[in-house]
């Protein structure tokens, strides 16, 4: 297994990117949201992977987070949902989105997604609602950044992108912290965890993100005692 790539990139498709490491290129597939958000060719980069191996096929995908990794692997157990529709669903719809989606049952956002019809979006949401709140606790022990390190004595035209350790960095808000303590707090009072995922998805759906874990966890409490 391949879990991690580390090395420099070769060159930037529309879909891969080649990544040289020790002299062997390595061809990662990877979403589209990544492909826009990595460096130029000529970097250095690290990539968490999952190794594709079938009959006919031998494929590298790459992900920015062990998070978004996993979140792919949720999305292939799913029947119907190839490695092809999943590096879709990832690059369409942010994590935080898609996780509440699934929650909500909001099977219309799942299906806008390239390659996923309204029946495969109806079995995403029927299989994974149960799984979604694992994610969230997986996802409160992952990093949600990166670093991309330059190679070679080639100057970066924007010196302020580096940080004092010569790093380039990059932040990615895939689930929010509130949204990670909210949840937590009402499964530590006692709630089921995919009850209390459930109501702070829609609070936060319904509102925004920038409510203090506090004032969150009070609206949640109120809709969790009108359900009763």
Do not use: C
């Not at 970097?43 to 990794?69: A, C, H, M, W, Y």
């Not at 989105?97 to 309204?118: F, H, M, N, V, Y």
């Amino acid at each position: 297994m391949i879990g991690k790539v580390t090395g420099i990139i070769d060159y930037v498709s529309d879909d891969h990117i080649l990544v040289d490491v020790s002299g062997i290129g390595y061809l990662i597939y990877v979403t589209g949201s990544t492909l826009n958000k990595i460096p130029v060719a000529g970097q250095k980069i690290s990539l968490f992977t999952e190794l594709i191996v079938r009959e006919d096929l031998l494929q590298l995908v790459g992900f920015i987070t062990p998070n978004e990794r996993e979140w792919y692997k949720l999305l292939t157990s799913v029947q119907g949902v190839g490695s092809k529709a999943a590096l879709a669903l990832l690059g369409h719809i942010p994590i935080r989105a898609l996780s509440r989606a699934i929650l909500l049952e909001d099977s219309e956002t799942i299906k806008a997604a390239q390659g996923i019809g309204p029946k495969i979006a109806k079995r995403l949401v029927l299989e994974l609602k149960g799984k979604v709140p694992r994610m969230l606790t997986l996802a409160s022990k992952t990093s949600n950044s990166f670093t991309v390190e330059q190679a070679g004595n080639n100057e970066l035209e924007e010196e302020k992108a580096i940080t004092k350790d010569g790093y380039q960095r990059f932040e990615f808000d895939e689930i929010s912290n509130i949204e990670l303590d909210a949840t937590s707090g009402l499964v530590n009072l006692g709630y089921p965890q995919i009850d209390a995922s459930k109501v702070v998805a829609e609070i936060l759906n319904e509102a925004d993100d920038k409510m203090n874990v506090e004032e969150l966890i009070k609206l949640a409490l109120k809709k969790l005692a009108k359900k009763g």
